[in-house]
């Protein structure tokens, strides 16, 4: 079994910056098949939406809503996956979900429990 810990959230004004970090813990063997990480987020009263993606190899994608703005990466030796989060603005306003997609048969999925963004105009 794989553990996710997000952690970075927090309270920042429109303009500012964050950075979350997901790190994943437990199996060893189930960590080497993660081959996906993506960071999705869901505000009050909406479906949950994908907002970053990048895979084992490195290729990255977007939401058309962050383009410019996020970044997401990976150190693999710490198993640790971030989103560098720039020119916040209150629609980013949401609570920001890691998850791992993985398993020999690339069919296992993973999350964590969360952290709250908050973007105050």
């Known amino acids: 079994q794989v553990q996710l810990v997000e952690s970075g959230g927090g309270v920042v004004r429109a303009g500012g910056s964050l950075r979350l970090s997901c790190a994943a813990s437990?199996?060893?063997?189930?960590?080497?098949?993660?081959?996906?990480y993506r960071w999705y987020r869901q505000a009050p009263g909406k479906q949950r939406e994908l907002v970053a993606a990048i895979t084992s190899g490195g290729s990255t994608d977007y939401a058309n809503s962050v383009k410019g703005r996020f970044t997401i990466s990976r150190d693999g030796a710490k198993n640790t996956v971030y989103l560098q989060m720039d020119s916040l603005a209150p629609e980013d306003t949401a609570i920001y979900y890691c998850?791992?997609?993985?398993?020999?048969?690339?069919?296992?999925?993973?999350w964590g429990q969360g952290t709250q963004v908050t973007v105050s105009s």
């Open positions: 437990g199996s060893s063997n189930s960590i080497r098949t993660i081959g996906l």
């Open positions: 998850n791992a997609k993985g398993g020999w048969g690339f069919d296992v999925e993973y």
